[in-house]
């Protein structure tokens, strides 16, 4: 076995294997690393583990950092779980210690591992987020067993907005637009700047057939709620969701969710995953709501400079803190407009 870099020519091998792994997500395929440069220009490697020419294990990494800084190589940004994917923990470390050494040699002072399962050997405890969980759910085989398994209340949540007259709907490109605007209103709420429009384009362009944006309108055709998924063969991910507050009694929301675990369903998925969330908070109440679980996720940061051997990963800080609180309540009080030209300066160096 060895340990390459993937050249743009074999990246169907490289897909191939993702949709095939049983923990493999659609952060994994190299549509995902592709957008992130095409839209954001940022380097990028996609590190393999080959035997007998078949793939075994990979790795795509991103650095990331503010111009004239060394930054980080992180696996990858603005996502979840988009780590190490590989047959065994030896293949796991194999891919680390080539991550580590690629650090060394670009002089970047750290690697961030994040993953949905623990890695490389290294006990959980070490890389077991303290303060963040991913919520899955486990889909049924139909719509109708799924929609009965909920409680009555989230039935009824879900079944109102349909007997109102609003309409979900499913497409590709041509409904960035819609998306866009309820988005970036959202993430002004939030007082979190938005990503580039040109990244949503990336995304849809270089997953194809494999991401869909969702759209829910009121009777008058109105856009309300909007959210962008991607797919793998075994579980559906929604990295962005938005809906806007002042429909928010016409629960658009829990249609647009509907709308999106019913497709899912329909494509033979077996999970849905819910992103993640803070044990406790408003989001996670959300996504338990629909029967989602929590899974504890696996990050960690590597200092490759720092003594010697393997360096121990760190765990992440829990908690956004006072300042972050102060920053989101001023940027939620801007324009619309101001706030999405503001991403568009700085979101492409938000790691999350």
């Not at 007259?165 to 998306?179: A, H, K, M, N, V």
């Not at 869909?212 to 959210?227: D, E, F, K, Y």
């Not at 009694?249 to 999970?271: C, E, H, I, T």
């Not at 030209?341 to 160096?349: A, D, H, N």
């Amino acid at each position: 076995m060895h340990i390459c870099q993937v050249h743009p020519r074999s990246f169907q091998s490289w897909d191939h294997y993702v949709l095939t792994h049983p923990r493999g997500l659609a952060y994994q395929l190299s549509a995902y690393t592709k957008a992130v440069k095409r839209s954001y220009a940022f380097n990028t490697r996609y590190l393999a583990a080959i035997s007998g020419g078949s793939v075994r294990g990979v790795l795509a990494l991103t650095r990331m950092g503010l111009p004239g800084f060394s930054g980080q190589w992180i696996s990858s940004p603005y996502c979840d779980a988009a780590g190490i994917l590989a047959d065994n923990s030896d293949i796991e470390s194999a891919l680390l210690d080539r991550a580590l050494a690629l650090a060394q040699e670009t002089c970047v002072g750290k690697v961030a591992v994040r993953n949905g399962f623990p890695f490389a050997g290294i006990h959980p405890d070490f890389t077991q987020h303290p303060g963040k969980v991913r919520m899955v759910l486990e889909l049924k085989t139909d719509s109708e067993a799924l929609l009965a398994s909920l409680k009555a209340k989230v039935r009824s949540q879900v079944k109102k907005p349909i007997r109102d007259g609003l309409t979900f709907s499913l497409g590709g490109r041509e409904l960035i637009p819609q998306f866009y605007k309820i988005y970036t209103e959202n993430m002004r709420d939030l007082g979190s700047p938005p990503h580039a429009l040109s990244w949503f384009r990336q995304i849809m362009a270089n997953y194809d057939n494999r991401a869909h944006i969702g759209i829910v309108r009121l009777p008058n055709q109105t856009p309300a709620a909007a959210g962008l998924i991607l797919c793998h063969p075994r579980t559906v991910s929604i990295p962005w969701a938005s809906s806007l507050r002042r429909h928010n009694k016409m629960n658009p929301n829990m249609l647009l969710y509907w709308g999106f675990l019913s497709f899912a369903v329909r494509q033979g998925a077996r999970f849905f995953d819910f992103g993640r969330s803070t044990p406790g908070e408003g989001t996670y109440r959300f996504k338990e709501q629909w029967g989602a679980s929590a899974v504890p996720l696996h990050w960690a940061t590597f200092f490759p400079f720092k003594g010697s051997g393997r360096p121990l990963p760190v765990e992440p800080a829990n908690g956004a803190g006072m300042m972050r609180t102060k920053a989101e309540t001023m940027l939620s009080a801007l324009p619309v407009s101001a706030m999405t030209s503001l991403g568009q300066l700085v979101r492409k160096y938000i790691p999350l």
